[in-house]
Each structure stands twice: as structure tokens, then as C-alpha cells.
């Protein structure tokens, strides 16, 4: 059969047995039916399917697995110590309630980068539900920056799931992932943020709910120094790794130096470091017991779980089209046509995002069907660019089947006309925003 035809069947197999299954747990096993059936209809020996499985899932999940875990153990820490709240006060005083929406959106990007989006916009909705009832403007004008910057760095920038799992998926430097969602991100939270933020307050007026105060009063936040650095270093060490691999970075120190700092900036190394870090600095010595410190980060694993997994059938998908050939055969097609692989991956993922829901399942199921694609000389840029396109379009046009679009909802005190005009207008001027920006960024690398 087709190799083309043999991706558009299996991708078209994974998406409907998404939709029919629904929740992220099932799309795991979709994912894995998928992969199952391209091999049969390839003509793969049935225990060559399941080597196949067992390869994929192996090569992913020895990096995503170890990645993904600490990622989600150091941000809860960081939310149990109140780092976030942190973090908005200190952004909010500076600007001394001028450009008020403009710190919010920045409170949003760098609290997303180590806490789930869900958990971080949960903690700081009393903070926008405060500033309307003081100003009475609209909750929007507040709510959507905030959005926004949660939003950009939760898809853009590891070491949220996300990313992480399509970097690996499509073997991508973590480092320049990072610079780019960096460069990328700013922009898009600048339009789809405090710009359209304004806009749509003036349209419409949304007065914060009853019943959704914050009781839970902090004695003592951690200082926001302490809460950048910890944030800071494994971003830090995780890019000059990434210097350090560059022909330029090999020829500054001896090899053996140069070795050890590699491993130190490995990002397994980075998180542990991180870990180890907050747990001393806002734990053990702000008088948590090592009993409530392990409650923590175990209750984190919970949904690092389910990432893991699903990444890991998302690694399967990509091992099977690699295996029967379709990944060369869809290059050439695509080619032909003239369509990037850019634009590809960006619409793979805008379309799944807008059938089933869920972003990360989205990305996921976009990486696995471009991974193929790739050409052999596809440079560490290249793919980190792709990342970022599969992240933008995995962002697009939040509407009813996604869980995101019943929170904002909720907590904003919106009915549903209300939530389609503004969260997901937003979200997809951040998808569009995004990706023109890798394009322009792009173009800007190739004519280095």
C-alpha cells in the first residue's frame, strides 16, 4: 500500500479512536491501536509490530520519563510554597498599578514555566478577582493577559510536558527549544495579552464571582529573588549545555572540563539540581517535614503519569511510520508539493487540537506524524522551529471539547458566548501569532 496513504489512514485511525475514547488516559491506548494497524496494513510480521512497540516506546520514555517527572515534582514544590503569589506581588508593585495587565502577563510566563497551567491560573485567579473589584473593569482586562502568558510558556517552554515531549519525539535540542519559545513567546503574549486583553475588556464587561475567594491567607511568601534563581538555573544550565555542544562552545575548554559541565547542564541533571534546591530552600528550611515534602511530590506524579505515557505511544507512532517507510515516502509528497514541513506540523497539530480537546495530545500526535519527515541533515534550529510550530498550532481555537475552555469559563464567571469571544479568539491569535513568528525567525536563520 501507499506510504502516504498508509500515514493519512493510520493518522486518521489515531484521531478517531481519540474522539470515540475521549479522555487523554485512552488516547494513550488510541495511539498504540494506531500504530498496531499501520503495521498490519504496512505487511509488518505481527511480532515485528510489537518489536516496533517496544522500540518506540523504550527510546522515547528513557529521556521524556525522567524529564517529565522531575518537572513536575519541582513545580510542586514551588506552588506549595506559594512561589507563584511571589512572583505576581513582586511584578504588581513594580508597576505600582500602571500596566497592571502588562505584569500579569508576565507573572503568567514565568510562573507556567515550572507549574502545570490548570494548577498556576487556579492559584492566581483571586489575584485578577481582586484588582476588577478595586479598579471595576473588566475581569477580562486582567484575566486574558494572564491567560496568555500561562498559556505561551506552558506550550512553548520546557520543562513543561509538552515541549519536552515533542523535542524528544523529534530529537531536539532542549537548549535552543528554550531560546526559541523565549523569542517566540514574548511577541505572541504581547498581541494575544495585554493587546487583546484591552480590546475585548472594552466589548465586554465581566465583574469578578462570588464565592471563589482565596481563604487560604500565607504567613510568610518566599522571597521572588529566591524564587527566579530556583526557576533560572535549570533554564540556565539547561542552554549553556547547548552553547557547550556548539562547534564554538568545544573548543573553549579542555575536553575532559568540557565533559563534566556537559553532564551538569544535561537537563536530567539540571532538574535534580533544581529539586534539590527547592526542596532545601522552601521546604526543609521553612520548617516543612520530610513526610509532607514526599506527600507533595508524590500527588505530583499523578498526572506526570498519563504525559508520560501518552508521549510514549506518541514515540510508538513515530517508531512505525519510520519502520514501514511512510516517513521518506510523506517527505517527498510534501516536497513536491511545495508545503514546509513548518506549515505541515502546524496544521497536523491545529487539527487534532480543534477535533479532540486536549493541546498535549495534539503536539504529541503532530510530533509523532512529522517526526518522519525529518531529513537527515535537518540542523538543531530546524528542529527546535518545529517544536514551536506544533506547540503554536496545538494551541489554536480552545472551544467546548476542552477542558481549558470549562475552567476559564468557570473562574471568570463567563457563559459560553462570553468564553468563545475572548479565551478562544485568544487562543488563537496566540497559535497564529506564534507560528508567523517562526516563520519570520525562520526566514531570519537562513539568511545567517
Not at 568545544?250 to 526542596?279: D, Y
Request: with cysteine; aromatic share 8%; hydrophobic share 55%.
Amino acid at each position: 500500500m501507499d506510504s502516504t496513504l498508509l500515514l493519512a489512514i493510520g493518522a486518521g485511525i489515531a484521531v478517531l479512536l481519540i474522539l470515540i475514547l475521549k479522555f487523554r488516559m485512552q488516547a494513550f491506548i488510541a495511539l498504540l491501536i494506531a500504530s498496531i494497524l499501520v503495521g498490519i496494513l504496512a505487511g509488518m510480521p505481527p511480532l515485528a509490530i510489537i518489536d516496533t512497540i517496544k522500540t518506540g516506546m523504550g527510546n522515547t520514555l528513557g529521556f521524556v520519563a525522567v524529564v517529565v517527572g522531575l518537572g513536575a515534582m519541582f513545580g510542586a514544590i514551588l506552588e506549595h510554597s506559594g512561589g507563584a503569589e511571589a512572583v505576581a506581588g513582586f511584578l504588581l508593585n513594580k508597576t505600582k498599578n500602571k500596566n497592571t495587565a502588562w505584569a500579569l502577563m508576565g507573572t503568567g510566563f514565568f510562573v507556567a514555566i515550572p507549574v502545570f497551567f490548570d494548577v498556576a491560573f487556579i492559584i492566581l485567579v483571586p489575584l485578577i478577582y481582586s484588582l476588577q473589584r478595586k479598579s471595576k473593569k473588566s475581569l477580562l482586562l486582567y484575566g486574558i493577559p494572564l491567560l496568555a502568558g500561562l498559556a505561551i510558556t506552558h506550550a512553548f517552554i520546557p520543562p513543561t510536558p509538552g515541549p519536552v515531549a515533542v523535542a524528544d519525539i523529534l530529537n531536539a535540542d532542549l537548549g535552543w527549544v528554550i531560546v526559541f519559545g523565549f523569542i517566540v513567546g514574548i511577541p505572541t503574549a504581547i498581541v494575544s495579552g495585554p493587546l487583546f486583553g484591552k480590546y475585548i475588556a472594552n466589548r465586554i464587561h465581566i465583574s469578578a464571582p462570588e464565592g471563589f475567594e482565596n481563604s487560604e491567607k500565607r504567613h510568610q511568601l518566599p522571597s521572588v529573588g529566591v524564587i527566579f534563581v530556583i526557576i533560572g538555573l535549570p533554564i540556565i544550565l539547561i542552554v549553556c549545555n547547548t552553547l557547550l555542544n556548539s562547534p564554538i562552545g568545544r573548543n573553549w575548554l579542555p575536553e575532559t572540563v568540557t565533559n563534566w559541565l556537559q553532564m551538569i547542564g544535561h537537563p536530567f541533571v539540571a532538574l535534580i539540581l533544581a529539586n534539590l534546591l527547592a526542596w532545601y530552600v522552601l521546604g526543609v528550611r521553612r520548617g516543612t517535614s520530610r513526610k509532607a515534602l514526599q506527600n507533595i511530590t508524590t500527588r505530583s506524579l499523578a498526572p506526570a503519569g498519563v504525559i508520560i505515557l501518552l508521549t510514549g505511544a506518541g514515540g510508538v507512532f513515530k517508531e512505525t511510520l519510520i519502520t514501514t517507510g511512510a516517513g521518506d515516502m510523506l517527505a517527498t509528497y510534501f516536497s513536491d508539493l511545495g508545503l514546509s514541513t513548518l506549515v505541515f506540523a502546524f496544521i497536523v497539530a491545529a487539527l487534532v487540537r480543534i477535533l479532540q480537546g486536549s493541546a498535549t495530545v495534539a503536539m504529541i500526535t503532530a510530533a509523532g506524524v512529522t517526526a518522519p519527515m525529518l531529513l537527515a541533515d535537518s540542523g538543531a534550529t530546524d528542529k527546535a522551529l518545529l517544536v514551536i510550530a506544533i506547540a503554536a498550532g496545538a494551541s489554536i481555537l480552545s472551544h467546548v471539547n476542552d477542558s481549558g475552555f470549562w475552567l476559564v469559563s468557570k473562574y471568570l464567571g463567563m457563559n459560553e458566548k462570553q468564553t468563545f469571544q475572548s479565551w478562544t479568539v485568544m487562543t488563537t491569535l496566540l497559535a497564529f501569532t506564534g507560528f508567523a513568528s517562526v516563520l519570520v525567525l525562520s526566514i531570519v536563520l537562513k539568511g545567517i
